[in-house]
């Protein structure tokens, strides 16, 4: 095992210690993230289920189909959040002269910044967890063989799609130093977006939701499939949504060639 | 010796302070974009949803299509203005300490907030002429009749106050505990949900709804909306809008015990 | 073999030119013209591991610009750097493991931590063989007095303290270089020693290499032997701090105690600095008349109680270069 991935597992299992003593020591201030996040997501199933009941059907999704699509979401954006979301510091760490004390350092920038001790609260991912389960007995979906191998590399192949969307608006930060508004934008869109089956959607914009920014991976064609629904929209089998982990690792590799070519910008033109 | 003059109540200085607010909102481009932006893609996007529920099921008595999408879009032309932290200032002064200068200028403390917030406001009212513009480009505004419209204006308007004065409290609980954000960020939520931006609040459960139009959110949203797409007749006019100016009264009252209770404590305490 | 060299370095920074008005604006969308600013050029540094250089300049000097270049934070526009044998910008993390660094006005302690995990933490990121790491600890906890707050958060501590951590963070790992980038910046007089006992224990026992960045001259004439001085980019003075003081410390102070009040003071070859009471300071050109002649000279025309002098102060000596600008000065012997 060479020196460098010896000591990136050594202080990945520190960072992860850090962690869970922070978090087991601010106790209160995990119940009320848990709070805000059972809200946060509680409000938009909420809104669901008022809408849904007065508007049985659409385009053939009913309310156990969209919960399922909820939860399936959720689960790979939860799993970014609980593991990646340091990312999201990154335009901070710039501005305060942080970074340059992670170039300073001998370990690769992004690994650095995503092992930056901070407060890291699994309360998404345990609400996310429990939601799914909940999802997948309420919509009735089939758990066969296939769902249970497939399921947790689509969750896996989600995150990395939120991962690489991280990582895109982390790396325009080495450009325009100030991407708050944007990363909200982005997130509030995503979270919108996804929470409806995407064949209401007019061409444009179902091509771009699986092919530009493949939101639609994340959750829809894998629920489509699951949930046996013929129609997905476009001119694609919902099987193709058992290609979310592939898609994952395309994008989130895309995304870190562009993260190093904004660093070396970065380095060649100073700040 | 040079005389000191007395204290004498002007408005001239918190007309400064406003304007001071429109100028520092201003340097926020990117804000303003990104805030349009989303503005656009989430009237598209409540057009598609609208619309496809719509195809599959029966519309609610008095709302067809066009009037939903209507009530949407000038909800999301509302919330450009009602979804800012108007009192935001009072709450990082209150973090940095700055609140101590604050009570040793000859100013009325909390009406410098309120000058501030207001010249935030009327900065991003005037994106609501751009927004209208670039939403007729997706949809179709129903247009009322000029009765009903100022209706709605003085409507609006009550419903601006109801949720500055919540604002106001929220952001004087910082008095007391500093970290607030989550509960700000949970009562967004709320408000969403039961403010009737999102949808009408005709769509809740007939057994909720006495409760959730009893609440000061839904004279945030719902009840201009409901004015302006007719929804609520003329002849109840007088009730809601006596409802509305009541939720003012209260929670005035209530945001001036927050204050002196909360002001106290900073001249007791030292900030 | 020189364990840092670089050779005709040089840093451009392109920005984009602003026009001023609505109109530059919008041609400002059709056509854009740059602006090359020329922050370090043509420096030539080289030195021995186990040296201890203060590398000191005016404000936008290019001091920080070069400091950035050779840790490998910034890419070079042209020259080359060779630090421990190692390009810095090309090999960053093999770069990375060699040095050390301590920027006074930010920390690289874990804020929410206390001490101890930030150097466990840092024990990993640098793979510090575990009987390594407690001998440093050991050590470091002696000569800076961290046993007492090792286990506080690190936001709860005074500024000397956290700069002491800082300092044993910077060490953990035996780097054979270590950069300090204003380290003395707002501490106390005995923080301050503390600090420079530390940097000159480092030097002399570990034999690391230190670059000193400082505004703070006291710190350089205490700790280095030699001076780097950059203005504008280029580097005006390369060499021994004593040779400056030579050079440029032409004027000493003498200071006289009088025996008597006297009511007129004056004397010839030295400017009367000021006068307090029967004490008097003589400011007098080294190269037109010596201290020896110079006290004579008092002596003969008044009667004395004390005599002191006072050096040339590096402050003042980098002050008239700062303005002056640098040139060799000849050699003069005094009269």
Not at chain 1, 142 to 169: E, K, Q, R, T
Not at chain 2, 159 to 174: D, H, M, S, T
Not at chain 3, 179 to 187: A, H, V
């Amino acid at each position: 095992m060479s020196s460098t991935t010896r000591r990136m597992i050594g202080v990945y299992r520190q960072y992860w210690r850090i962690n869970v003593l922070t978090t087991l020591e601010y106790r209160e201030n995990f119940l009320m993230w848990f709070g805000f996040t059972f809200v946060y997501h509680g409000s938009a199933i909420a809104a669901l289920w008022v809408v849904l009941s007065r508007f049985p059907s659409m385009n053939g999704w009913d309310f156990r189909d969209m919960a399922f699509l909820y939860a399936l979401w959720m689960m790979g954006h939860a799993l970014h959040n609980t593991f990646f979301a340091a990312i999201g510091d990154v335009p901070e760490h710039i501005q305060d002269g942080e970074f340059d004390r992670i170039l300073v350092r001998p370990l690769n920038e992004l690994f650095q910044t995503i092992t930056m001790p901070g407060q890291i609260f699994p309360d998404e991912l345990i609400l996310a967890a429990s939601f799914f389960v909940f999802a997948t007995w309420y919509s009735g979906v089939h758990v066969g063989l296939l769902f249970i191998v497939m399921v947790p590399l689509i969750v896996i192949g989600g995150a990395l799609i939120d991962l690489a969307i991280s990582l895109v608006i982390a790396t325009t930060a080495f450009w325009f130093i100030r991407v708050d508004a944007l990363r909200w934008i982005v997130l509030q869109l995503e979270q919108e977006f996804t929470r409806y089956p995407i064949s209401i959607y007019s061409r444009g914009v179902k091509l771009m939701l699986a092919f530009v920014f493949p939101f639609a991976f994340m959750n829809y064609f894998p629920a489509a499939f699951f949930l046996h629904k013929t129609d997905t929209g476009l001119a694609l089998p919902a099987a193709v949504g058992l290609l979310t982990p592939l898609i994952g690792v395309v994008v989130a590799t895309l995304a870190y060639i562009f993260w190093r070519f904004g660093l070396n910008r970065y380095q060649g033109v100073g700040h | 010796m040079i005389a000191t003059r007395p204290y004498r109540f002007r408005l001239e200085p918190y007309i400064e302070f406003a304007k001071k607010a429109i100028a520092r909102e201003s340097t926020y481009r990117f804000e303003v974009f990104t805030s349009i932006g989303s503005f656009v893609v989430r009237v598209y996007l409540l057009r598609m949803v609208w619309t496809a529920l719509y195809a599959r099921n029966a519309a609610p008595e008095g709302l067809p299509l066009h009037a939903i999408i209507t009530y949407s879009t000038v909800a999301l032309l509302m919330g450009l203005v009602l979804d800012i932290d108007q009192t935001r200032l009072l709450h990082d002064h209150l973090h940095d300490g700055t609140i101590a200068t604050d009570f040793m200028k000859p100013i009325n403390v909390p009406l410098y907030f309120f000058s501030d917030g207001t010249g935030e406001v009327l900065f991003h009212a005037a994106l609501i002429f751009p927004a209208i513009l670039l939403s007729l480009f997706l949809v179709h505004i129903d247009v009322p009749s000029a009765f009903v419209l100022v209706m709605f204006l003085i409507s609006f308007i009550l419903g601006y106050f109801v949720g500055f004065f919540i604002n106001f409290i929220l952001n004087c609980i910082a008095f007391w505990t500093l970290e607030i954000s989550a509960a700000q960020l949970i009562l967004t939520w709320v408000t969403d949900l039961f403010g009737g931006e999102l949808f009408p609040l005709v769509f809740f459960p007939l057994a909720v709804q006495n409760i959730i139009f009893a609440l000061p959110f839904a004279a945030m949203f719902s009840t201009p909306l409901l004015i302006y797409v007719g929804q609520i007749r003329p002849e109840r006019y007088a009730e809601v809008i006596g409802v509305q100016v009541a939720w003012v009264v209260v929670l005035a009252g209530a945001s001036w015990v927050m204050w002196r209770f909360g002001a106290r404590r900073v001249v007791v305490q030292g900030g | 073999m020189p364990i840092i060299r670089t050779r005709d370095l040089q840093k451009v920074f392109r920005s984009i030119k602003r026009r001023p008005g609505v109109g530059g604006a919008i041609s400002a969308l059709f056509s854009r013209e740059y602006e090359d600013k020329v922050a370090v050029s043509n420096v030539n540094v080289s030195l021995e591991a186990g040296e201890m250089v203060g590398y000191i300049g005016p404000n936008g000097a290019g001091k920080s610009t070069t400091i950035k270049m050779l840790t490998g934070i910034l890419v070079p526009t042209a020259g080359t750097i060779e630090v421990a044998g190692i390009v810095p910008h090309a090999h960053r993390q093999q770069n990375a493991v060699n040095i050390g660094v301590v920027f006074g006005q930010r920390s690289q302690l874990y804020w929410d931590l206390p001490l101890r995990e930030s150097f466990e933490l840092l024990r990993a990121i640098y793979d510090v063989p575990r009987d390594r790491y407690r001998e440093n600890m050991r050590e470091f906890a002696e000569i800076l007095d961290l046993e007492r707050f090792l286990d506080t958060p690190v936001r709860q501590l005074s500024l000397g303290e956290r700069m002491r951590g800082d300092f044993a963070a910077a060490m953990l790992h035996d780097p054979k270089i270590v950069y300090l980038d204003e380290p003395t910046i707002g501490l106390d007089v005995i923080a301050k020693e503390a600090i420079r006992d530390f940097i000159c224990r480092v030097n002399r026992e570990r034999g690391t290499t230190v670059i000193l960045t400082t505004h703070d001259l006291a710190d350089v004439e205490r700790l280095c032997e030699r001076i780097v001085l950059i203005d504008k980019g280029t580097v005006i003075y390369d060499g021994p701090i004593e040779r400056l003081r030579t050079e440029y410390g032409t004027h000493r102070t003498l200071i006289v105690n009088l025996a008597d009040s006297y009511p007129e003071f004056s004397i010839e070859g030295a400017d009367l600095e000021s006068r307090e009471q029967n004490s008097v300071r003589l400011r007098f050109d080294r190269r037109t008349i010596t201290a020896e002649a110079l006290i004579r000279r008092v002596t003969e025309r008044y009667s004395i109680t004390d005599v002191a002098i006072v050096e040339p102060d590096i402050e003042t000596i980098i002050r008239r270069i700062y303005v002056e600008g640098y040139s060799v000065q000849p050699a003069t012997s005094p009269a």
